[in-house]
């Protein structure tokens, strides 16, 4: 018996018969004696539909107006999941993420969380109701609905556990848990039984896409003990806590890779201050989300060579910027590849293990892929290959770290 | 220049074009330096269309719950009606109920408007904004969404502009105006330049059907001047306003006509107090909503016959009801008839005018219709009549007060 956060997906919601039986999953929950907070996002494709209405509209929105209009969606999921329940005989109350008390920054389409004054939800609990509420939105100072990004409801979801001290918040998603890599792409793939907050934030940010990474770095911060597991069955799933709980026998907890990758090399760039500065300044003032960097110098010729990475949607945008940027400071030229990809190990195991890096290294060159550019942190290793080597790739590294055994 | 107070309801704003169109005529009277408050309902068939979903998940959905989620509908209308004024390159805000300051009774899907507090919309207008609120709702006391009723922006709209002191408030619908008789149906109807709230009151429980009667009456209160018009021309329409403030020169102001009545009669029932009493309390407990009654006593045998007429719709419930009550009293029987209507002539006009009533009655006389029942108020003669009569009958009248002429 304890107090238990849940938080649904707009899958698992997605029709009256989702709805359905995700009310019986959570009052399973419920009749164990547990207090069951949910929280739940809009029914399946209900937020593209409304950005899509919203730009025949009017092609640029009001960032205000964007969020009133979309926070519609997780409140019409939470009141059917209310009636839902109570078909069932049981009580529940649906919250918007005002009436949850969920206070966010100012900014619109996406707030941070600020605060969470659970107040109401505790009141409804202590008269044993079923508290559902609307993730994905909070209100602001001036008592305006605001968004916190996609992929806010996981969020939602975990500030609340925090506020609550929850024993433990579930995330059901379309996967059973987190895995090693990619069960559908390599042979061996395992589920893990848990994984710490700074390996998940590295898997997020990687594309691994099963939480988050917002809500793993608020997860991490008031340290709520987070259950990634499957809508549509009751296997244990993933956990995802603190390290330093964890016996740790591995280096290397999860191969990720990603394919919307690609490369631009400025060639030849006369070495003074601040010109590389000026690249990923207008990078950044065109909200291109720059990935790995590497410069290397030519000291006799007093020039540098930059290589960085970009995802493949913004490659022509920045090529533009770029070759701009090279005729205007006189550089040798601006050449790019459209195909490449990124493979990363991921392991707090690591930090006390060396040779994990060039472990990967010398596992990529026995296997006949070549190394473009290689980026690391205390905790990861990426390298960029090409495409065509992506797959060949992350086998060849999670059989050499011998992933698929516990 | 003033503050004017405007609504539109579904079939206004039931898509895009609409939307577009509707925002364009919003800015006509806000370029002409008006400060503008726009109550919208939910699109189209949106709110039809959930209550249909939460039917599909629990055929009796909780109340609160019901609220919570029809609300979203008047939500979205206004974030997009924002967004339409916004494209044209004015500042617009779109609040819901709460933000508007509507608080309402604590009861759901039918609650009164309590009062309004207008500092949001007032601050918003300060700054020059077109602010669209969402119609049909508000919040109670325990901060939980509240509806107002079928028909209830028409009521939001009002009560807003009671609380702005606005100049005036002008309801947008699908027909020019409030007309002295159906136009569709007689010859010669007119539209009217102005109805007292009393008429428009009774026009409106009688099935006229412009506008709500709850809106009638919170303006009538507040001294609201209404203007009823089309969302499709620029014609002027009808002012809804205080009788006195008005020339008077005809008893009658319009003709009504309901093809929606049932008729039932119970005979030879004993003359018991209570008798008639407890029939009606279970014809509301069955939530019957009983319009005509007539009794007449026959004082030789101490039996009364009582005659009352039923929606269409509740007739088969009601004669159930009304023959187990005579059963059980020993009342001599029951007969129904399903094809009747009412014609009703309205008029504050007839307060000071003897022979209004008298001269309907035999004008129906010489048109060769039978009157069946008659029912009548300060302001109002009802007659129940066969319905195979009632279009002959409405004309009859029309002409016999000669309503075609201003």
């Known amino acids: 018996m304890g107090l238990v956060v849940q938080k649904f997906g707009g899958s698992s919601v997605g029709d009256v018969q989702k709805i359905k039986n995700v009310a019986r999953r959570i009052l399973d929950e419920y009749k164990k004696g547990?207090?069951?907070?949910?929280?739940?996002?809009?029914?399946?494709?209900?937020?593209?539909?409304l950005?899509?209405?919203?730009?025949?509209?009017?092609?640029?929105?009001?960032?205000?107006?964007?969020?009133?209009?979309?926070?519609?969606?997780?409140?019409?999921?939470?009141?059917?999941?209310?009636?839902?329940?109570?078909?069932?005989?049981?009580?529940?109350?649906?919250?918007?993420?005002?009436?949850?008390?969920?206070?966010?920054?100012?900014?619109?389409?996406?707030?941070?969380?600020?605060?969470?004054?659970?107040?109401?939800i505790e009141k409804e609990l202590a008269r044993s109701r079923v508290?559902?509420?609307?993730?994905?939105?909070?209100?602001?100072?001036?008592?305006?609905?605001?968004?916190?990004?996609?992929?806010?409801?996981d969020t939602?979801?975990?500030?609340?556990?925090?506020?609550?001290k929850a024993d433990y918040c579930e995330i059901f998603t379309d996967v059973d848990g987190v895995y090693t890599a990619d069960p559908f792409e390599v042979k061996g793939a395992r589920k893990l039984s848990e994984i710490s907050y700074e390996e998940m934030l590295e898997?997020?940010?990687?594309?691994?896409?099963?939480?988050?990474?917002?809500?793993?770095?608020?997860?991490?911060?008031?340290?709520?003990?987070?259950?990634?597991?499957?809508?549509?069955?009751?296997?244990q799933g993933t956990f995802v806590k603190e390290a330093n709980k964890m016996e740790r026998k591995k280096a290397v907890t999860g191969v990720a890779h990603d394919k919307d990758v690609a490369k631009i090399t400025i060639y030849a760039m006369p070495d003074k201050p601040g010109t590389a500065g000026k690249l990923f300044s207008k990078l950044g003032e065109a909200k291109i989300n720059v990935d790995v960097?590497?410069?290397?110098?030519?000291?006799?010729?007093?020039?540098?060579?930059?290589?960085?990475?970009?995802?493949?949607?913004?490659?022509?945008?920045?090529?533009?910027?770029?070759?701009?940027?090279?005729?205007?400071?006189?550089?040798?030229?601006?050449?790019?590849?459209?195909?490449?990809?990124?493979?990363?190990?991921?392991?707090?195991?690591m930090i006390s293990t060396?040779?994990?890096?060039?472990?990967?290294?010398?596992?990529?060159?026995?296997?006949?892929?070549?190394?473009?550019?290689?980026?690391?942190?205390?905790i990861k290793v990426s390298c960029v290959v090409a495409e065509k080597d992506v797959d060949k790739a992350v086998q060849a590294v999670h059989d050499a770290f011998e992933l698929e055994k516990e």
């Open 34 to 49: 547990n207090s069951m907070v949910v929280i739940v996002s809009a029914m399946g494709k209900t937020t593209d539909d």
């Open 203 to 235: 898997l997020a940010s990687l594309g691994a896409g099963v939480l988050h990474p917002r809500a793993v770095e608020v997860a991490q911060f008031h340290n709520v003990v987070i259950h990634v597991r499957s809508s549509f069955n009751n296997n």
């Open 51 to 120: 950005i899509k209405l919203a730009k025949e509209i009017n092609p640029n929105p009001p960032a205000r107006e964007m969020d009133a209009l979309m926070a519609t969606g997780e409140k019409v999921s939470a009141a059917m999941m209310a009636m839902a329940i109570a078909a069932e005989g049981i009580g529940a109350v649906s919250l918007t993420g005002q009436q949850a008390g969920v206070f966010t920054e100012t900014v619109h389409n996406k707030a941070r969380i600020l605060e969470i004054d659970p107040e109401r």
């Open 131 to 153: 508290v559902i509420v609307a993730g994905f939105q909070g209100i602001n100072e001036y008592g305006d609905i605001t968004t916190i990004g996609r992929g806010g409801s």
């Open 156 to 164: 939602s979801a975990v500030a609340i556990a925090a506020a609550l």
């Open 354 to 378: 060396p040779g994990v890096a060039a472990k990967m290294f010398a596992t990529l060159g026995s296997a006949g892929v070549n190394i473009d550019l290689i980026s690391t942190s205390e």
């Open 293 to 349: 960097i590497v410069q290397s110098s030519h000291q006799q010729q007093n020039t540098n060579d930059i290589t960085f990475t970009v995802p493949r949607g913004d490659l022509d945008q920045a090529l533009k910027i770029t070759e701009a940027l090279s005729k205007e400071v006189g550089a040798g030229g601006v050449n790019s590849d459209a195909k490449v990809s990124k493979v990363s190990i991921v392991g707090v195991g």
